[in-house]
């Protein structure tokens, strides 16, 4: 998945079956705002290109 | 006498004490009383630990008798958000569904050792749910009100924080900080916050939101005790897995060494656009005062934002994923949707933000070689009005509640400590927040930094008058 090709609702509306979540219509919709600011966020993210070997860093020491 | 003592900083509170021109239990009756008249303004504290505070002011007021020697905070009050542990209570975290937790059996580390150099706790504080806020607002308990204008918002997740310390209920609170909940409440109820490095503090007995960036640290009225009480809780504590092994190193030493010989610049680039004017110019009045006219760019900050913001979306549903699925109706709307479209989101994104957070890491450490302080924006607006939604940044309509950390975000993803100074413009009654930002490990910077401009009258924070 790319965000160009982010479908908010369906993903919204898969997930929450997946999950187990049990929405109302205000929040399934409010669901759908929340990931569509992520897929901006995302896209932001994804413009930069990270070499195979860097390393991530769960456990962090600055 | 004890109202103004209270209306002072800690240090003197601490001091009267020794002298014995003030005894602990008379501040502790002071803060209580004072609690009971402003708390419902201001919607700071949630519980009020009456009987525990003159338990230990008494103990206090016994140890000076019988001629021991007192703490650095002897008989200063505090508080804490209700996400640290507190002995006897659930640590509700802001929210209504911990209520149902049991109580805590131990104090969390940062509040036992505020007690153990003389703090005496006066109770926990309101706070955005789960600490997922940057307004001060919660659904269960109401909204922290910003002391200098109780229509506006304190600024979140820790908004009690500073609504109790700008208010004069107490001179020290503590706050957590994920991606700004201490910084923003900072800036926008004209404090000054302390946000360790990343691993500093111990954060054991702190409910959790987002391990890889969860911080705790103080806000405070003065550079001082934002110092004496950062090196209270210094130390290390096996509780905490994510506490790095460093030795402690006290700020309080060098505080008043000044600023001479230090490099400073201001971030240029993404922390100079998305800003009101008012947040540049706040900048702009600490650079001059500084003579800081270099402007360098921190490569990626945007991007680190973002890593940040997806980082935090994905942990946070985590945590909360099986209270979602049984118990959504007891969320604040704002913050169980938003952890829902968090547990949705796809696995490689979050990969990638862990692996740019080391990426990012080594551009601000090459930065630090050639600088040894940054100074940006706290926030890009004074404090919002209460409940307002959205707000327009670089002609977009964007949500508070999501952005109003978007300066913050980026320096805490790679843990650098801050320290947030307020500064005042003539004519305004709200203040807004200066990021002071050092190096990994060198709070004592930073703190030097706040203090010199505090020293010249460039930064202050005054108890509010409540209107």
């Excluded at chain 2, 659904?139 to 204008?149: C, I, M, T, V």
């Excluded at chain 2, 203040?431 to 460039?458: C, T």
Aim: with cysteine; hydrophobic share 45%; net charge neutral.
């Amino acid at each position: 998945m790319t965000p160009d090709s982010f479908d908010p609702e369906a993903l919204a509306d898969a997930m929450a079956q997946l999950l187990g979540l049990t929405q109302t219509p205000e929040s399934r919709a409010q669901t759908i705002v929340h990931l569509r600011i992520a897929a901006e966020q995302a896209e932001k993210l994804l413009s930069i290109s990270l070499d195979d070997q860097e390393e991530p860093a769960p456990v962090f020491t600055p | 006498m004890t109202a103004a003592l209270l209306d002072g900083s800690a240090r003197a509170i601490a001091e009267a004490v020794r002298t014995g021109a003030a005894s602990a239990r008379e501040i502790a009756q002071e803060t209580l009383s004072r609690i009971k008249t402003q708390n419902t303004a201001l919607g700071a504290f949630t519980d009020v630990t009456a009987v525990r505070a003159l338990a230990k002011a008494d103990a206090i007021d016994a140890a000076r008798a019988r001629k021991e020697s007192l703490g650095p905070l002897a008989g200063a009050p505090f508080a804490v958000k209700n996400l640290f542990d507190i002995e006897g209570l659930p640590t509700r975290a802001g929210s209504k569904i911990n209520r149902d937790r049991p109580p805590a059996r131990a104090d969390a580390t940062a509040l036992a050792r505020l007690e153990a150099a003389g703090g005496v706790l006066i109770g926990s504080l309101n706070m955005g749910e789960y600490a997922y806020d940057f307004t001060g607002q919660n659904a269960h308990d109401g909204p922290s009100r910003n002391p200098h204008d109780l229509e506006h918002m304190t600024g979140g997740s820790s908004g009690g924080s500073g609504a109790a310390v700008a208010g004069g209920l107490v001179p020290i609170a503590l706050g957590s900080d994920t991606n700004g909940s201490i910084r923003v409440p900072s800036s926008l109820c004209g404090l000054f916050g302390l946000k360790p490095t990343y691993g500093r503090l111990s954060r054991a007995g702190a409910f959790p939101f987002v391990a890889s960036l969860d911080h705790v640290g103080p806000i405070a009225r003065s550079v001082g005790d934002l110092a004496l009480a950062y090196d209270a809780m210094l130390g290390r504590d096996e509780a905490d897995p994510a506490q790095a092994d460093m030795p402690a190193a006290p700020a309080s030493p060098t505080l008043s060494d000044g600023v001479k010989g230090l490099r400073i610049a201001r971030l240029g680039g993404y922390f100079a656009r998305s800003a009101e004017s008012s947040a540049i110019a706040a900048v702009d009045v600490v650079a001059r005062a500084l003579k800081a006219d270099r402007v360098v760019e921190l490569a990626g900050s945007e991007q680190a934002r973002s890593a940040a913001y997806l980082i935090t979306m994905v942990e946070g549903a985590a945590l909360h994923l099986e209270r979602l699925r049984t118990r959504l109706r007891d969320f604040d709307p704002d913050v169980g949707d938003r952890l829902i479209a968090g547990a949705m989101l796809p696995g490689a994104w979050i990969a990638q933000a862990q692996k740019f957070r080391r990426r990012f890491r080594t551009e601000a450490l090459a930065l630090f070689r050639n600088v040894d302080i940054l100074l940006a924006p706290a926030t890009p607006c004074r404090a919002p009005r209460l409940g307002q939604k959205t707000f327009v940044l670089d002609g977009r309509e964007m949500l508070v509640r999501a952005h109003l950390g978007l300066f913050t975000q980026p320096i805490s993803f790679i843990g650098l400590p801050v320290v947030v100074a307020p500064v005042w413009t003539e004519g305004e009654r709200l203040p807004i927040g200066v990021q002071i930002i050092a190096a990994p490990w060198r709070e004592d910077l930073a703190l030097r930094v706040a203090r010199a401009l505090e020293q010249d009258g460039v930064v202050r924070a005054p108890v509010a008058r409540l209107s």
